[in-house]
């Protein structure tokens, strides 16, 4: 079936410094790729969203970069900060029965160390 | 507030007592779905629901089994737990065709002894 990979499972960057999160996706015909942040105790929440039309998308220091050639995308985060610490989850869309669905990667634990 | 709610936020319970998780959103969303979440295995969705009365299986249903009555509510129900369903849930909406940010509830740990 299809699946998402995601790279690295942990990711300990020191405050300050990047961090970049990595996916790869198998299905061609996907066109939309969120990023979820779950922290402790919560629910993941969408933090930046990319479609298949776009290459590049920037929110203050979160982007997300999309190359749809080699089917992945990654999150790059600038100048972390220990509120930046929490699970980073990866989807991208596919069509499920009479809808699209998503089809998540297995998660990035990032700390920061201040 | 927006929000998508969960109750309970933890159970521990023993095989083969059915059981009931209530979800329940307060957004008008058409869509609802049901996600587990294991340590290497990201969310997978169980079932998910498009609108009242239609419902459909995700990628990992069995054991389990939903019903979509009223737009709000989305329950996820266990007729018969066995300890590989121990698990942390969540349910999640988004508001429908062509909308694709999905709202997550504050999750469910389940514990199946």
């Known amino acids: 079936g299809e699946n998402v990979e995601q790279h690295p499972s942990t990711l300990s960057v020191q405050e300050g410094d990047s961090a970049v999160i990595k996916c790869t996706y198998s299905?061609?015909?996907?066109?939309?790729f969120p990023w979820y942040k779950q922290e402790l105790g919560k629910g993941p929440q969408l933090i930046i969203d990319?479609?298949?039309?776009?290459g590049e998308k920037k929110d203050q220091r979160i982007a997300v970069t999309l190359n749809k050639t080699a089917k992945h995308f990654s999150l790059h985060i600038t100048e972390t900060q220990p509120e930046d610490s929490a699970v980073y989850f990866c989807?991208?869309?596919?069509?499920?029965?009479?809808?699209?669905?998503?089809?998540f990667g297995t998660g990035t634990l990032l700390a920061v160390q201040p | 507030e927006a929000q998508v709610t969960q109750n309970p936020r933890y159970l521990i319970t023993v095989t083969g007592k059915k059981l009931t998780v209530t979800c329940s959103q307060n957004?008008?969303?058409?869509?609802m779905s049901w996600y587990r979440q294991d340590p290497g295995l990201g969310l997978r969705q169980i079932y998910y629901?498009?609108?009242?009365?239609?419902?459909d299986k995700g990628d990992v249903p069995e054991g389990y089994k939903v019903s979509r009555k009223e737009k709000r509510n989305f329950p996820l129900i266990l007729e018969s737990p066995s300890p590989n369903q121990t698990s942390l849930y969540f349910c999640?909406?988004?508001?429908?065709?062509?909308?694709?940010?999905?709202?997550f509830g504050p999750g469910t740990r389940l514990t199946v002894l």
């Open positions: 990319i479609r298949s039309n776009v």
């Open positions: 629901s498009m609108n009242v009365e239609v419902t």
């Open positions: 999640a909406s988004r508001a429908g065709r062509g909308y694709n940010e999905q709202f």
């Open positions: 989807a991208a869309s596919i069509r499920g029965g009479a809808t699209n669905k998503l089809i």
């Open positions: 957004m008008n969303h058409e869509y």
């Open positions: 299905d061609s015909a996907s066109n939309y």
